[in-house]
T-cell receptor
Framework: SQELEQSPQSLIVQEGKNLTINCTSS?????LYWYKQKYGEGLIFLMM?????EEKSHEKITAKLDEKKQQSSLHITASQPSHAGIYLC?????????????FGKGTKLSVKP | GAGVSQSPRYKVAKRGQDVALRCDPI?????LFWYQQALGQGPEFLTY????????KSGLPSDRFFAERPEGSVSTLKIQRTQQEDSAVYLC????????????FGEGSRLTVL
């Protein structure tokens, strides 16, 4: 969806390097979700952010939501081949929404050993 | 079951054929969603159920697409008179209820229309 832009579209990094993926919304977010998808598989939930300025971490992955709640970044420290996949951000824009998410087009991450 | 189960995993159909895709959500999950994912794109919302009620079908691309969840558990997505542009991965997701944060996705059904 153009309402939710992800950058970069693809990324190739050397194992051990840090990287950042960005997700920008055209309007204020109620919630922002990060998922990971491997080829031919479903989406695996990583993190959910709701509060402006919020930051969450899981293992070597950290996600932040900016104060205005229109942009989120996903940061991977010391990347490993197991981090390879497609990272998708999903937006929930309305407090009273039914819970369905609008997704970005994804960022394809490759990690070279 | 332990997770969301979808079948078939792969389906090849000739243009004009009808297809049915099945989703078994996690037991006890109230909400069920269908998404369509074209190659190289993010998932696009199709429709949403809360128990057996289809509360939103705004994402269904045409009247050839029909979804049901008659007993509030298993759901079927039916596509009539398939077209080549219907080729995509169809993802099913379930959640405990509204605003629970996490959607649990199945592995998807990959439909190829020849």
């Amino acid at each position: 969806s153009q309402e939710l832009e992800q950058s970069p579209q693809s990324l190739i990094v050397q194992e051990g390097k840090n990287l950042t993926i960005n997700c920008t919304s055209s309007k204020t977010l109620y919630g922002l979700y990060w998922y990971k998808q491997k080829y031919g598989e479903g989406l695996i939930f990583l993190m959910m952010l709701q509060k402006g300025g919020e930051e969450k971490s899981h293992e070597k992955i950290t996600a932040k939501l900016d104060e205005k709640k229109q942009q989120s970044s996903l940061h991977i420290t010391a990347s490993q081949p197991s981090h390879a996949g497609i990272y998708l951000c999903g937006a929930d824009w309305a407090r009273g929404s039914q819970g369905n998410l609008i997704f970005g087009k994804g960022t394809k991450l490759s990690v070279k050993p | 079951g332990a997770g969301v189960s979808q079948s078939p995993r792969y389906k090849v159909a000739k243009r004009g054929q009808d297809v049915a895709l099945r989703c078994d959500p996690i037991s006890g999950h109230v909400s069920l969603f269908w998404y369509q994912q074209a190659l190289g794109q993010g998932p696009e919302f199709l429709t949403y159920f809360q128990n057996e009620a289809q509360l939103d079908k705004s994402g269904l691309p045409s009247d050839r697409f029909f979804a049901e969840r008659p007993e509030g558990s298993v759901s079927t997505l039916k596509i009539q008179r398939t077209q080549q542009e219907d080729s995509a991965v169809y993802l099913c997701a379930s959640s405990l209820g509204l605003h629970t944060g996490e959607l649990f996705f199945g592995e998807g059904s990959r439909l190829t229309v020849l």
